[in-house]
């Protein structure tokens, strides 16, 4: 049956993880953890479905992505809930609930489901890698999560991107500033792109973000939030810029970046990857949000964070042509067990008790047979026994990578199967 006779595919914008790309999957999951636990963040895993009211309040009801893009349904017992399209709400959630000691910092990874359009780099099931620092307003902490953010991506492997910086202001400042928009785009409201000639008024500041042409020419004479910040918000973003500075970050201002969701205060940022499309180039972005977690019921706390999209990442490594693997995934091990006694499932748990990654052939096959397989698998060496070797209490060891060289085969006592197996291992490592 091809692929496509098939009567069941992943659904339309979602796409399975399999094979060589599941190996970086693992890699950057775990550099990210790695990464994360340096900065002092530890694990929170929370349910990817939460009340609606969660990204009513949380990412805000008006948010492009709530309207439009968030999957709402209700269960059997008539509960309204939601498929997270994010992270941050729900770890505020769980913030609120558990009433951890602050700063609580957490990292998360976890499918985000937004209603989109599909297309390259752009899914209705994506996974995001993110983390959360909740309980201090003080910049340091801004300055840390972008930099831990910052981190990963070299450790990834990535170079080609840019970090965007900007301030969307607080609740003292961002009100006159909005005010000011709206009156600069009354006066130019024709220029707008057809959508925002008619929708301008709804969110004035969605306006700054838009990436078509008609509105990028009017933007550029807009005025600009930074311009007109508090002293407070002003002195905040100085503190950040001059931290960033301090680790040798270069940052790019960037008064248009006011990001998709409600809740962002102060810092916005986000790293964009000159590898790609420029419709999808945003490798993560993040920001304050020091009203969310009163918006959910809790005392006023703030907090900042980040979320980075594993596919975006796997195409921006694949652009910049990064191959490195980001984590050992070979085989050690193939056993091939020709004597119908079934010696390998004892062969192969004392080599997996020791430590080794193995693997083994099944049904009885013929030797070419396995050894076909034992060939395919990646196994750095292959096991073998055979009649002759149940006979004399042996094994056969080859190499599966030098067949040609004179020492590419040996015996081992069936009793020092694994001390034999891992020294050889370490003498074909060295020279690898
Ligand atoms: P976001 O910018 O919407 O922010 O998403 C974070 C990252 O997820 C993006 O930079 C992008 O790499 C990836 N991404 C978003 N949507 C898609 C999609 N449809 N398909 C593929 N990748 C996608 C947030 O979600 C915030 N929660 C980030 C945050 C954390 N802010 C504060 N804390």
């Known amino acids: 049956m091809s692929e496509s006779d098939t009567p069941f595919r992943a659904p339309v914008g979602t796409h399975d993880v399999w094979g060589p790309a599941a190996a970086l999957w693992e890699?950057?999951?775990?550099?990210?953890?790695?990464?994360?636990?340096?900065?002092?963040?530890?694990?929170?895993?929370?349910?990817?479905?939460?009340?609606?009211?969660?990204?009513?309040?949380?990412?805000?009801?008006?948010?492009?992505?709530?309207?439009?893009?968030?999957?709402?349904?209700s269960d059997r017992g008539d509960r309204r809930y939601a498929l997270r399209p994010e992270g941050t709400a729900s770890v505020v959630r769980a913030f609120i609930q558990h009433h951890p000691t602050t700063p609580f910092k957490a990292w998360y990874v976890t499918p985000a489901?937004?209603?989109e359009?599909?297309?390259?780099?752009?899914?209705?099931?994506?996974?995001?890698?993110?983390?959360?620092?909740?309980?201090?307003?003080?910049?340091?902490?801004?300055?840390?999560?972008?930099?831990?953010?910052?981190?990963f991506f070299r450790a990834v492997g990535l170079t080609k991107f840019r970090l965007l910086l900007n301030s969307m202001g607080d609740e003292n400042?961002?009100?006159?500033?909005?005010?000011?928009?709206?009156?600069?785009?009354?006066?130019?409201?024709?220029?707008?792109?057809?959508?925002?000639?008619?929708?301008?008024?709804?969110?004035?500041?969605?306006?700054?973000?838009?990436?078509?042409?008609?509105?990028?020419?009017?933007?550029?004479?807009?005025?600009?939030?930074?311009?007109?910040?508090?002293?407070?918000?002003?002195?905040?973003?100085?503190?950040?810029r001059a931290g960033l500075d301090q680790l040798g970050l270069t940052v790019e201002i960037e008064p248009r970046l006011v990001r998709g969701f409600d809740y962002y205060t102060r810092t916005t940022f986000e790293f964009v990857s000159d590898a790609l499309d420029a419709a999808q180039n945003a490798v993560g972005g993040g920001g304050r949000y020091d009203k969310l977690v009163e918006r959910l019921g809790g005392s006023p706390t703030g907090g900042i964070g980040f979320g980075s999209g594993i596919e975006r990442l796997l195409l921006a490594r694949e652009a910049e042509g990064v191959d490195t693997p980001l984590l050992k995934r070979n085989l050690d091990v193939f056993v091939v067990d020709t004597t119908g006694a079934d010696v390998a499932t004892a062969i192969a748990a004392e080599l997996r008790e020791a430590g080794l990654a193995v693997d083994r052939s099944y049904d009885e096959r013929s030797m070419k047979a396995q050894m076909k397989v034992a060939d395919k698998s990646g196994a750095r060496l292959a096991?073998?026994?055979?009649p002759d070797e149940l006979a004399s209490g042996e094994v056969t060891i080859r190499d599966l990578r030098r067949r040609d060289s004179a020492t590419d085969q040996s015996r081992a006592k069936r009793e020092a199967v694994v001390a034999t197996v891992t020294e050889l291992l370490v003498n074909v490592q060295k020279n690898d």
């Open 173 to 240: 400042c961002r009100p006159a500033y909005v005010a000011l928009l709206s009156e600069f785009l009354e006066g130019r409201e024709t220029e707008l792109c057809d959508e925002h000639q008619t929708k301008w008024r709804a969110n004035p500041l969605r306006v700054l973000d838009c990436k078509k042409p008609s509105c990028i020419a009017v933007i550029k004479e807009a005025p600009r939030l930074i311009d007109h910040l508090c002293d407070d918000c002003e002195a905040h973003f100085a503190r950040v």
């Open 27 to 73: 890699g950057l999951v775990s550099t990210f953890a790695e990464s994360a636990y340096r900065y002092g963040f530890s694990l929170i895993v929370s349910p990817l479905f939460e009340d609606v009211g969660v990204f009513v309040s949380g990412i805000g009801e008006a948010s492009d992505v709530f309207r439009n893009e968030t999957y709402v349904f």
């Open 117 to 151: 359009r599909p297309q390259k780099g752009r899914y209705r099931q994506h996974h995001q890698l993110g983390a959360e620092a909740i309980g201090t307003s003080d910049p340091a902490i801004d300055v840390e999560v972008i930099a831990l953010a910052h981190s």
């Open 113 to 115: 489901f937004r209603y």
């Open 383 to 386: 096991v073998l026994v055979g």
